[in-house]
């Protein structure tokens, strides 16, 4: 029961860096420090999808999984609602090099109206 609980924690986290991924360049309008978290978290989602790697928080879900006695995906609440998010299916390569792109121009014009257009005093 642990194991499956904290492969659900990992399966949660790893949606909410996908999203800080796509979407983290946001709250650095708000906190402008956090560009030093969200910069390298960024060029680390760019680089999984442009190099067709797996992240570490997948096999960290899929250990823990293992470990607690589950050959796979079981049907639990946030399982169903949160895989075909994170694990889409019919992802090909070219679709993960658009990923990366979007990645990129998503943070790109985010950084670009906070550079140009909410200077601060």
Not at 100 to 105: K, N, S
């Amino acid at each position: 029961m642990i194991y499956r609980a904290a492969a659900e924690g990992v399966l949660v986290f790893h949606l909410a860096f996908i999203g800080f991924v796509m979407f983290g360049g946001l709250l650095v309008a708000r906190w402008r420090r956090l560009a030093l978290l969200h910069i390298p978290v960024v060029a680390w989602g760019f680089f999984i999808e442009f190099s067709g790697g797996i992240c570490p928080l997948t096999y960290a879900e899929n250990f823990l999984r293992v470990r607690g006695g589950e050959a796979g995906y079981s049907e639990g609440f946030i399982e169903h609602y949160l895989l075909a998010v994170i694990y889409p299916a019919g992802l090909t390569r070219g679709i993960q090099f658009i990923l990366a792109a979007v990645v990129v121009f998503t943070n790109a014009a985010i950084y670009a109206w906070l550079l140009f257009f909410r200077r601060a005093p």
